[in-house]
Every structure is written in structure tokens, then in C-alpha cells.
């Protein structure tokens, strides 16, 4: 059994062209500087924990999640960071994801994570290929610990995300709660914009949506101030 999805693009291949819930997406990019995370991965893309794809917002700041690389993206694809910043008005383009269902160390909670640098996906990928590191009932029996730190570019603004494992297996309280959890969570849900955290949906069933965000005119994302509370 594969831990990645079979349409998976492996990191350096040719691809085609707060609170509640919203506190459960970790994105790498939104650490601080020598800050690092801690996570546990937990199911697998066969029990809908695991998926990737190509991604972008729209205009409006809307998040788009497809299997596949996007067509006609143009008519609703909002700025790239450039294009806002200089004033150019230059379109952004979908970018490639990986994104994972992990038991996050530091909260103690079940979290999806979204990975976009190709650096953490290979260094992933090669974690994964190695004998030892493996699941066990469903989870796996080692930590990752993703750190962001300076990079040491020309405009000494870059970053890089070194990945280090820590083999150590589950406990039986981690391997049960994951048992009782992981049916009430489901990444597929992403591709449609509804919310993965309202589980696997019954047939024919339409899942809750995601709590409404956007992306400001930084680039950054946010939640929508009329959210209800408990979100």
C-alpha cells in the first residue's frame, strides 16, 4: 500500500502546466522565523487523508483545490503577490500541493497540513522510502520536525524547511483516538470546498462547508470577520 496518492507528482518531476477549525490547516509558510512544528502522520490517500493537486484564489480571494491542473483558471485567478505589490497587475498561477492529516505535537491535535515547497515534499518522500519509518494501525511509527529557517539568499530573505524524523511509535491512547477520529476526517472534501473536518460523507450526502476566508491584499488569509463563533 502506497502513502501517496497515485496521481502524486514526486517533488522535481515535470508537472502540468486563531480558533476552531480554521486553527486545524497548517501551512509551513505561516511559521515564524527559526520556529519550528512537530507532526505524527496519520491515514493514508486509500482512507482519504492524504491528497494532492493544484491550487490557487481567485479575485475574490476564494481558495480553488483541483485534482488536476486547472482549465480556463484565468477568468477568476486573482493577483500574483508581484502583480499587487508593483502594481503590474500580473495573474498568479496554481501551485502544486501535497496535503496531509497529521497529529500535530505542540497542540495535541489532529491537523491537515499543506506542503507546497518541493524541498519539504522530496525530503518527505524520502522518509517515506526508507524500511523503518512505517504505519501501524494506521498511523505512522515516527515524528517529523519541519523548522523554518533563514536560507541565506542574496536579499537574505529566503528560507529553507529542513525535515528531521524521530522514529517513535505510537502509544496505544495515540492509536486509539485515531481509531475513534479518523472517520471524521476527510481531505477529499477540499476538492470541493466543503469542510474535511465534517468526515466522510455518507452517499449521496452533501458535506458542511468550509469556513468562509479570504486573501487580503497582501496575500495573507483570513477569516472573514461575520463568521459565527466557534469556527
Known amino acids: 500500500m502506497s502513502y501517496f496518492p497515485t496521481t502524486y507528482a514526486p517533488a522535481g518531476s515535470d508537472q502540468a502546466p486563531g480558533e476552531g477549525r480554521a486553527s486545524r490547516f497548517f501551512e509551513l509558510r505561516k511559521l515564524g522565523l527559526n520556529e519550528s512544528a512537530t507532526f505524527r502522520l496519520c491515514g493514508t490517500h486509500e482512507t482519504?487523508?492524504?491528497?494532492?493537486?493544484?491550487?490557487?484564489?481567485?479575485?475574490?480571494?476564494?481558495?480553488?483545490?483541483?485534482?488536476?491542473?486547472?482549465?480556463?483558471y484565468l477568468d477568476d485567478i486573482g493577483l500574483s503577490y508581484e502583480g499587487k505589490i508593483n502594481g503590474t497587475g500580473?495573474?498568479?498561477?496554481?501551485?502544486?500541493f501535497l496535503s496531509v492529516t497529521a497529529l500535530h505535537k505542540e497542540s495535541n491535535e489532529f491537523v491537515i497540513v499543506t506542503i507546497t515547497q518541493a524541498t519539504v515534499r522530496s525530503?518527505?518522500?524520502?522518509?517515506?522510502?526508507?524500511?523503518?519509518?512505517?504505519?501501524?494501525?494506521?498511523?505512522?511509527?515516527?515524528?517529523?520536525?519541519?523548522?523554518?529557517?533563514?536560507?541565506?539568499?542574496?536579499?537574505?530573505?529566503?528560507v529553507s524547511y529542513p525535515m528531521i524524523p524521530t522514529l517513535k511509535a505510537p502509544t496505544t491512547a495515540e492509536v486509539e483516538r485515531w481509531k475513534a477520529e479518523a472517520n471524521g476526517i476527510w481531505l477529499p472534501a477540499l476538492y470541493s470546498g466543503a469542510d474535511p473536518f465534517a468526515g466522510r460523507p455518507a452517499e449521496g450526502g452533501d458535506p458542511v462547508g468550509l469556513p468562509p476566508t479570504y486573501r487580503d491584499n497582501l496575500g495573507a488569509d483570513r477569516e472573514i470577520a461575520t463568521m459565527p463563533a466557534g469556527w
Request: glycine content about 12%; some cysteine; hydrophobic content about 30%.
Open 48 to 72: 482519504g487523508h492524504v491528497i494532492c493537486g493544484y491550487s490557487y484564489f481567485t479575485a475574490s480571494g476564494r481558495p480553488r483545490r483541483s485534482q488536476a491542473y486547472p482549465v480556463n
Open 90 to 96: 500580473e495573474k498568479d498561477t496554481p501551485k502544486y
Open 123 to 158: 525530503a518527505l518522500e524520502e522518509i517515506m522510502a526508507m524500511p523503518d519509518y512505517q504505519f501501524i494501525d494506521g498511523i505512522a511509527n515516527f515524528f517529523v520536525t519541519i523548522k523554518k529557517t533563514p536560507k541565506g539568499g542574496r536579499d537574505g530573505k529566503g
